[in-house]
C-alpha cells in the first residue's frame, strides 16, 4: 500500500509544491487548506502521518495536534516551522508531535521523517488488531465500555456490522452516544483512513441543502462564482453521518432515497452524474417507523435504512455500568485538560447508579467534567436531572425499592472492583446475605468489573 500523508497548509503555492514533491518521493498526498478539513481526514484507523504548517488562520498547527490527539494520541504529526518558531516546535514535541521541520526544508529530510513516522504508526496499529485477536480489551471496548449484556450485544453487532461495507441505522435517545456508535463504526471498516462527514440533518438551512449535499457548477444560483464539492463528494471513499435524519426536508428524502439506490449524484446546474463511493449510517432519536406512521418520514426511505440497525441503549438500561463509566469518562476529561485525576468516594459512585439520568452519557460526562475541574464536590450527593431515586413516579413502591437496591449492590460490586468481602462490609450486610441479593437480582460480578479481576473476598 502506498503510504499515506495528509498535508495541511493554508498557502496554496507551498501546499501544491509539497504536495507535487512528496507525490514524486513516493507518497499518496492529500492535501487540505485548514484544520478543519483535516480533522475529517483523519480517525482512529488512519494509517499515515499528518504533515501541517504550525501557523495558520484559524486553526493553527499546534491545535490540530492537540484535536488529533483527542481522536487518536498515536497519530505521527509533524510540522512545519520558521526558524524563529523553533522554540514552539519544540514545546509541539513536548505535546505530542512526532517531529518538525524547519523552513525552508530539503524534500529529502522531510521524506525521512514521513517514512520513518508511518512506519511507527504502523506498527500501533499492528500492535492494536494482535490485542484485539488476542482477546484483549480492543478499541471499540475502549471508546464504548460496559459489562451489560446491553453493551456486550451492541459492541458485537457493531463489529459484525463494520466488517461489511452495509449502510446503518443508529436510534437511540439523545446524549447516549450515537455519533461516538457511528464514528466507531466507520473507523473500524475498510474505510477508516478515509473522510468521515457528520451532517446535521436539523440544522441545513432548506434554502441551501441542495448545494450543501451535491454541490453546484458555477452559475448554478446567484452567487455561485464558482463550482462547489458538496457534503456527499467530500466523504467520498468513506463515510457520511446523517444526524437525526427524521428532521430531513420531505424533497430532500426523495433525493436522498435514488443517491441510496444508485449511488450516484448530480451537482446544482449540471447535467452528468456523479458516481458516489461513499456508506452512509444515519442516526434517529425516535423509531423511523412511528415518523412513517405520522407521514414525517417516506416509508421507501426507511425500508431502504432499516437493513443494519444498531440500538443504543439509554443510561438507565445500564445501571451496573454507570460507576466504572463515570470513570472512564473522568480519565478521558482529565487527559483532555491535563489534570490529574480526583479520588471520588466509593459512596458516592454507588449513588450514582441509582439515579436517573435523563441526559444519558453526555450529562453524566458533564458530572465527570464539573467534578474533575472543582465545581461540584464529590463529598455530596450526585446531582441529576432526573428523581431523586432514579426511578419514574408510576413504579410501584415495591418495585421500587427493589430497583434502588439492585442499583445500590452493582454499583457497590463496580466500586470495589469486585472484592465481594469489601461489598457486603461497606453494605452492612453478611456475605450469605449479599450473594442471595445477587442471585435474586440476577447480578453477575464478571458482568460488572472488569475482565481479569479476581474474586479476593
Known amino acids: 500500500m502506498t503510504p499515506?500523508?495528509?498535508?495541511?497548509?493554508?498557502?496554496?503555492?507551498?501546499?501544491?509544491?509539497?504536495?507535487?514533491a512528496l507525490d514524486l518521493a513516493g507518497f499518496a498526498v492529500e492535501a487540505v487548506g485548514s484544520g478543519?478539513?483535516?480533522?475529517?481526514?483523519?480517525?482512529?484507523?488512519?494509517?499515515?502521518?499528518?504533515?501541517?504548517?504550525?501557523?495558520?488562520?484559524?486553526?493553527?498547527?499546534?491545535?490540530?495536534?492537540g484535536r488529533l490527539h483527542e481522536i487518536d494520541p498515536e497519530i505521527p504529526v509533524i510540522l512545519f516551522t520558521g526558524h524563529a518558531e523553533v522554540p514552539l516546535a519544540v514545546e509541539a514535541i513536548r505535546s505530542g508531535a512526532y517531529d518538525f521541520i524547519e523552513k525552508p526544508f530539503v524534500v529529502h529530510d522531510l521524506a525521512t521523517v514521513i517514512r520513518r513516522a508511518i512506519g511507527h504508526r504502523g506498527l500501533v496499529?499492528?500492535?492494536?488488531?494482535?490485542?484485539?485477536?488476542?482477546?484483549?480489551?480492543?478499541?471499540?471496548e475502549a471508546r464504548l465500555p460496559g459489562r451489560t449484556e446491553v453493551m456486550v450485544d451492541l459492541r458485537y453487532r457493531l463489529r459484525a456490522i463494520g466488517a461489511s461495507d452495509a449502510d446503518a441505522l443508529v436510534?437511540?435517545?439523545t446524549g447516549a452516544g450515537k455519533e461516538v456508535v457511528a464514528r466507531t463504526l466507520h473507523d473500524i471498516s475498510a474505510r477508516g483512513s478515509r473522510p468521515f462527514v457528520a451532517i446535521n440533518c436539523a440544522a441545513l438551512p432548506e434554502a441551501l441543502i441542495e448545494s450543501e449535499l451535491f454541490g453546484h457548477e458555477a452559475g448554478a444560483f446567484p452567487g455561485a462564482l464558482r463550482p462547489r464539492y458538496g457534503k456527499f463528494e467530500h466523504a467520498r471513499g468513506g463515510t457520511v453521518l446523517l444526524d437525526e435524519i427524521g428532521s430531513m426536508p420531505p424533497d430532500t428524502q426523495a433525493k436522498l432515497l435514488r443517491v441510496l439506490q444508485e449511488r450516484?449524484?448530480?451537482?446544482?446546474?449540471?447535467?452528468?452524474?456523479?458516481?458516489?463511493?461513499?456508506?452512509?449510517?444515519?442516526?434517529?432519536?425516535e423509531e423511523l417507523s412511528a415518523l412513517v406512521a405520522r407521514g414525517q418520514f417516506r416509508e421507501d426511505l426507511y425500508w431502504r435504512l432499516n437493513v443494519a440497525?444498531?440500538?443504543?441503549?439509554?443510561?438507565?438500561?445500564?445501571?451496573?455500568?454507570?460507576?466504572?463509566?463515570?470513570?472512564?469518562?473522568?480519565?478521558?476529561?482529565?487527559?483532555?485538560?491535563?489534570?490529574?485525576?480526583?479520588?471520588?468516594?466509593?459512596?458516592?459512585?454507588?449513588?450514582?447508579?441509582?439515579?436517573?439520568?435523563?441526559?444519558?452519557?453526555?450529562?453524566?460526562?458533564?458530572?465527570?467534567e464539573r467534578i474533575l475541574l472543582g465545581l461540584e464536590d464529590p463529598?455530596?450527593?450526585?446531582?441529576?436531572?432526573?428523581?431523586?431515586?432514579?426511578?419514574?413516579?408510576?413504579?410501584?413502591?415495591?418495585?421500587?425499592?427493589?430497583?434502588f437496591e439492585r442499583s445500590?449492590?452493582?454499583?457497590?460490586?463496580?466500586?470495589?472492583?469486585?472484592?465481594?468481602?469489601?461489598?457486603?462490609?461497606?453494605?452492612?450486610i453478611s456475605r450469605k446475605t449479599l450473594y442471595e441479593k445477587m442471585q435474586k437480582y440476577g447480578l453477575d460480578r464478571r458482568l460488572i468489573v472488569e475482565p481479569g479481576d479476581e474474586d479476593r473476598a
Open 4 to 20: 499515506r500523508v495528509l498535508l495541511v497548509d493554508d498557502d496554496e503555492q507551498m501546499r501544491r509544491s509539497t504536495a507535487q
Open 309 to 368: 440497525v444498531l440500538r443504543v441503549p439509554p443510561l438507565s438500561a445500564r445501571r451496573e455500568d454507570i460507576p466504572l463509566l463515570f470513570l472512564h469518562l473522568m480519565r478521558e476529561s482529565a487527559a483532555r485538560h491535563k489534570l490529574a485525576e480526583r479520588e471520588v468516594p466509593a459512596a458516592f459512585l454507588s449513588g450514582l447508579a441509582a439515579h436517573d439520568w435523563p441526559g444519558n452519557v453526555r450529562e453524566l460526562r458533564n458530572l465527570a
Open 379 to 403: 463529598h455530596g450527593p450526585p446531582t441529576s436531572g432526573g428523581t431523586a431515586d432514579g426511578m419514574t413516579g408510576g413504579d410501584r413502591l415495591p418495585d421500587r425499592v427493589a430497583q
Open 125 to 140: 496499529l499492528e500492535n492494536r488488531r494482535l490485542r484485539a485477536v488476542a482477546g484483549k480489551r480492543d478499541d471499540v
Open 36 to 65: 478543519e478539513e483535516a480533522l475529517t481526514l483523519a480517525g482512529p484507523g488512519f494509517s499515515g502521518a499528518v504533515v501541517s504548517d504550525i501557523r495558520m488562520p484559524g486553526m493553527d498547527g499546534m491545535t490540530l495536534l
Open 408 to 428: 445500590l449492590i452493582a454499583g457497590a460490586i463496580a466500586v470495589h472492583g469486585g472484592r465481594l468481602r469489601a461489598v457486603y462490609e461497606g453494605l452492612g
Open 171 to 173: 436510534i437511540g435517545p
Open 264 to 285: 450516484v449524484i448530480t451537482r446544482l446546474g449540471a447535467n452528468d452524474p456523479v458516481p458516489l463511493d461513499v456508506r452512509f449510517i444515519a442516526t434517529s432519536k
